[in-house]
């Protein structure tokens, strides 16, 4: 069993920046792919970002550039810092792993996620 727990959400204007950071415990867990999804109300969810074992990170389209993802082995903690955020970012993120990365995860290929944390970009 993973157990993945979020913090770091909260609200900003646009063009502001936040760290989220997920602390992730439990079976396997450093040598699954961990990455990042989110969701807005009425909208489905998204994959923003993941990183693999390597170390090799994805991103989507709508936060390259601005979003990056990184993990610390030690702590086995993993951040997604977000850069120049914009009201389209306003979603609950949630952390999530998977058996592997091939590219970007979309949600539904994620194994395991956690609570969730809510960002709000204001304009």
């Known amino acids: 069993q993973v157990r993945l727990v979020e913090s770091g959400g909260g609200s900003v204007q646009a063009g502001g920046s936040l760290r989220l950071s997920c602390a992730a415990s439990?079976?396997?867990?450093?040598?699954?792919?961990l990455g990042w999804f989110r969701q807005s109300p009425g909208k489905e969810p998204e994959g923003v970002a993941n990183i693999d074992t390597a170390s090799n990170s994805y991103y989507a389209d709508s936060v390259k550039g601005r979003f990056t993802v990184s993990k610390d082995n030690v702590k086995m903690t993993l951040y997604l810092r977000m850069n120049n955020l914009n009201p389209e970012d306003t979603a609950l993120y949630y952390c999530?792993?998977?058996?592997?990365?091939?590219?970007?995860?979309?949600?539904?290929?994620?194994?395991?996620w956690g609570q969730g944390t809510q960002v709000t970009v204001s304009s």
């Open positions: 439990g079976h396997g867990v450093g040598s699954r792919c």
């Open positions: 999530a792993a998977s058996e592997r990365c091939t590219g970007l995860v979309g949600p539904l290929s994620y194994n395991y």
